[in-house]
């Protein structure tokens, strides 16, 4: 199975840089996701990792660190419509997808 | 292109009594899963589908049955609901092939038993 990690609230300030943790313990590591879900909506996608680095897409990057079972979103020039909870979420050898309890952003003005 | 359809969008249930939760897509995705999402826990996979007429057990699959007999639709079932299993389901799809390609989620049914 697998056991996800992330912290449970963040806020920054609009225009501002924040970046969200992941850690990970996987039996089987067969690549890494983000989403992002707004309040009373579906998870959308963000971002895929499988192999060691970062993953650039405008605003959105995301880092892998197989060895270490970690991950981190970054967000950077911050807007209001950011303010979501992003889940961090790691599949299995059966394309599975366990998911992290998920990060709340708040962004204020 | 609707992508990934759920009906109903919301439902009450009183305790003991059975629904059925309808998830179609239209994008021929192979694979198919069913989710929970409850406050503080993530979400966490009920069933899946690696294809039409397959299904298999996720994480939490007691009290829920599944079944997949055409390509595009997965059904949920609950036999028998319970205050347990108030909360909100999601349906998801992704292709047979391409190792980036991510799940495409539906909106959701928020479910409350009573």
């Known amino acids: 199975g697998q056991n996800i990690d992330q912290p449970t609230e963040m806020t920054a300030t609009e225009g501002a840089i924040v970046q969200i943790n992941c850690t990970y313990q996987t039996s089987g590591f067969n690549g890494l996701f983000w989403y992002q879900q707004h309040a009373g909506e579906a998870p959308t996608f963000l971002s895929y990792?499988?192999?060691?680095g970062l993953e650039e897409k405008g605003r959105f990057s995301s880092f892998l660190s197989r060895s270490k079972g970690y991950s981190y979103l970054l967000l950077k020039e911050l807007q209001m419509k950011d303010s979501a909870s992003y889940l961090c979420a790691v599949r299995d050898k059966d394309y599975k997808l366990s998911f992290g309890a998920g990060t709340t952003v708040t962004v204020r003005a | 292109n609707a992508g990934v359809t759920q009906t109903p969008k919301f439902r009450v249930l009183k305790t003991g009594q059975s629904m059925t939760l309808l998830c179609a897509q239209d994008m021929n995705h192979e694979y198919m899963y069913w989710y929970r999402q409850d406050p503080g826990m993530g979400l966490r996979l009920i069933h899946y589908s690696v294809g039409e007429g397959t299904t298999a057990k996720g994480e939490v699959p007691d009290g829920y049955n599944v079944s997949r007999l055409k390509k595009q639709n997965f059904l949920l079932g609950l036999e028998s609901a319970a205050p347990s299993q108030t909360s909100v389901y999601f349906c998801?799809?992704?292709?047979?092939?391409?190792?980036?390609?991510?799940?495409?989620f539906g909106d959701g049914t928020r479910l409350s038993i009573l």
């Open positions: 990792n499988v192999l060691d």
């Open positions: 998801a799809s992704r292709p047979g092939q391409g190792e980036s390609q991510p799940q495409h």
